[in-house]
Antibody, heavy 119, light 110 residues
Framework: QLQLQESGPGLVKPSETLSLTCTVSGGSISSSSYYWGWIRQPPGKGLEWIGSIYYSGSTYYNPSLKSRVTISVDTSKNQFSLKLSSVTAADTAVYYC???????????WGQGTLVTVSS | QSVLTQPPSVSGAPGQRVTISCTGSSSNIGAGYDVHWYQQLPGTAPKLLIYGNSNRPSGVPDRFSGSKSGTSASLAISGLQAEDEADYYCQSYDSSLSGVFGGGTKLTVL
């Protein structure tokens, strides 16, 4: 059974870079036809798609975040990561990593990790 | 403001049928991109409920159904049960292949 687990600091200072890692177990991150993505949810609010990376390495980012976001894959560790630079309080959210197949929705999710931006 | 528009809340009595709408535009749903639906119980990660407009993943009861027409999509839940009380989100893509979500709909079972 595929499992995803987010990890990273729970507190980040304003203007710094938020860095999260998603560790994948029960399957290979290099498997063809899969997208690996990040989705966030501010407290009490709805879901926001941050971006995703295809198994081939192609990346897709939310236009509103594109200038600050980088998503990458480390196949040797079966992990993918998120970096969000110049964070503000508006970036405080539960961050989820997830996987989907081509032509499907996000069907595997991590449990989510709360990241608070505060000095 | 979300790219896809959903009603903030819907409600229904046990056993009834409710529908949740998801309205987009010609640059996302109307452009032919699939719509997916998620159920989120309090304090948990979203769960894929419907994919590809009307397909149910294994394990999702057939009480849940999805449809799409033009620039809109709908999620229908029949035979409403107390355990269906949750937040529901629609999701699609836009012309830049960016994912877009609806603002979410809170379903209350009366």
């Amino acid at each position: 059974q595929l499992q995803l687990q987010e990890s990273g600091p729970g507190l980040v200072k304003p203007s710094e870079t938020l860095s999260l890692t998603c560790t994948v177990s029960g399957g290979s991150i290099s498997s063809s036809s899969y997208y690996w993505g990040w989705i966030r949810q501010p407290p009490g609010k709805g879901l926001e798609w941050i971006g995703s990376i295809y198994y081939s390495g192609s990346t897709y980012y939310n236009p509103s975040l594109k200038s600050r976001v980088t998503i990458s894959v480390d196949t040797s560790k079966n992990q993918f990561s998120l970096k969000l630079s110049s964070v503000t309080a508006a970036d405080t959210a539960v961050y989820y990593c997830a996987r989907r197949r081509t032509s499907s929705g996000w069907n595997y999710w991590g449990q989510g990790t709360l990241v608070t931006v505060s000095s | 403001q979300s790219v896809l528009t959903q009603p903030p809340s819907v409600s229904g009595a046990p056993g009834q049928r409710v529908t949740i709408s998801c309205t987009g535009s010609s640059s996302n749903i109307g452009a032919g991109y699939d719509v997916h639906w998620y159920q989120q119980l309090p304090g948990t990660a979203p769960k894929l409920l419907i994919y590809g407009n009307s397909n149910r993943p294994s394990g999702v009861p057939d009480r849940f159904s999805g449809s799409k027409s033009g620039t809109s999509a709908s999620l229908a839940i029949s035979g409403l049960q107390a355990e269906d009380e949750a937040d529901y989100y629609c999701q699609s893509y836009d012309s830049s292949l960016s994912g877009v979500f609806g603002g979410g709909t809170k379903l209350t079972v009366l």
